[in-house]
């Protein structure tokens, strides 16, 4: 029998939720465990039968977990735990604060190579999927423009970075297109578009008790890397609205690139999600590619890795030969 790959889960939020529930739909791997800060035996997994141990106990089994996935949040988390535990365990996480990723990647680096592990950073849809697609369109059409949008959809990363912010109890953050500058760009006008023209992002927030809404508006709107380039507006509601009304987790988006090939012939090339839960899905970008880190720590390729750097064969259970047959 084909040994299965052991995972490790560390942090069990929605997340961590979605990952346990992504291995499950995988036979080639088993959870061994989740690691948690909180209370190990106040966690209640899907699965009655896989063991919770506390966060700080983690390093006792390095020989047994073949791939730890983090799932910490970025603006906190994933600073501190991505490059320590790189240390210890091949890694795969979904950092996404864009602008400080060449920096992670280096701090993750230094870590995991020197110790023979594999870390696959800023794994998901975005950055992930999405990155893999901007990359295609540049390449192919080298005469062109890229476009992201996002949305309409909850943010996980944008949300927890809210939820940070003191005096806020609970909160989530919707990123939403602007439909006109959609539609400019895939009638292949070329349009330059700026950050604020792309997208708007609406906060729904939940203050804790003599919190001063006004100070924490101001913190929020003006957070460097998540509102300060939006035109961001804070809405600030109760508690049972919040449950009532905000607690799926829907999402999605669209990479397109246009451009010209030829004789001045117009091309546009375009990915897309629609996607019921953000954190499912993304949990479900995150084992493929822990697979990716197994075989690659296999072969004695050690380091941080993105995205780019993964051979699209590595993610899938299929052999190369049955991938030529079945899906070229």
């Known amino acids: 029998m084909t040994k299965k790959i052991r995972i ?33 035996d106040e966690l209640t997994l899907l699965d009655d039968n896989v063991p919770v141990y506390a966060h700080d106990t983690i390093l006792d089994y390095k020989e047994k977990v073949d791939v730890l996935i983090l799932c910490g949040g970025s603006k906190n988390d994933l600073p501190v735990q991505g490059p320590a535990l790189a240390k210890h365990f091949s890694t795969i996480d979904s950092f996404d604060t864009h602008a400080e990723i060449p920096n992670y990647f280096e701090t993750v680096d230094q870590s995991a190579k020197p110790n023979e592990n594999t870390s696959i950073i800023s794994v998901g849809w975005d950055p992930g999927l999405f990155s893999i697609n901007r990359l295609y369109g540049e390449a192919v059409l080298s005469e062109g423009t890229t476009y992201t949008f996002w949305g309409k959809g909850l943010s996980q990363g944008h949300s927890d970075a809210v939820r940070r912010v003191p005096g806020v109890k609970g909160a989530v953050q919707y990123t939403i297109p602007n439909e006109d500058a959609v539609n400019r760009v895939r009638s292949g006008a070329l349009p330059e578009l700026s950050t604020r023209e792309k997208h708007t992002r609406e906060c729904y927030v939940v203050l804790e008790d003599g919190a001063d809404a006004t100070e924490v508006k101001r913190a929020i709107v003006s957070m460097p890397n ?3 380039d939006y035109d961001t507006t804070v809405n600030f509601i109760t508690e049972d609205e919040l449950k009532r009304d905000h607690a799926a987790m829907p999402h999605g988006g669209f990479v397109i690139r246009s451009g010209k090939t030829g004789n001045d012939t117009n091309q546009v090339m375009e990915y897309s999600l629609k996607l019921d839960s953000n954190p499912e899905f993304t949990s479900s970008v995150l084992v493929a590619y822990a697979r990716a880190a197994y075989r690659l720590n296999q072969n004695g390729e050690f380091g941080a890795k993105t995205v780019f750097d993964i051979a699209p064969g590595l993610l899938s259970k299929k052999t190369a030969a049955d991938l030529r047959k079945e899906m070229l």
Do not use: C, H, K, W
């Open 8 to 40: 490790g889960i560390a942090g069990y939020g929605n997340l961590g939720r979605g990952v346990e529930s992504a291995i499950a739909q995988n036979d080639d791997m088993e959870l061994i465990g989740v690691f948690t800060r909180r209370n190990p």
């Open 226 to 228: 998540y509102f300060s």
